[in-house]
């Protein structure tokens, strides 16, 4: 899946930040609900968030919410200060190998 529309605010300046989520997953018993992710994804519009913490803390919510066998979140945000972020977290179940 593809979340091209994702914002947080810079918890310094207030500034916005945007970013392209990717999110990868081999489900278990559940799956994500695509609007119910949307609606998740637009929570974090008005709160201030580092770009690692931010997608870790993404990561671990899905996890804990779908329980996959294996979960990968790319996040790749837009130039800040002439730096471009990209921050890959991930989760595998124990046990689990592709």
């Not at 949307?38 to 919410?65: C, F, M, P, Q």
């Not at 979960?71 to 124990?94: C, D, P, Q, S």
Request: charge should be positive; include cysteine.
């Amino acid at each position: 899946m593809e979340l091209p529309e994702f914002t947080c605010l810079c918890p310094i300046t207030g500034q916005p930040d945007f970013a392209t989520l990717g999110l990868e997953y081999v489900p278990d018993a559940l799956c994500v609900e695509l609007k119910s992710l949307k609606l998740y994804i637009w929570s974090y519009r008005d709160e201030g968030a580092y770009h690692e913490a931010v997608t870790n803390r993404i990561l671990d919510d899905l996890v804990r919410a779908v329980r996959p066998r294996f979960m990968r979140l790319t996040a790749r945000f837009n130039v800040r200060g002439g730096i471009h972020t990209t921050v890959v977290a991930e989760h595998r179940k124990r046990g689990w190998r592709a």
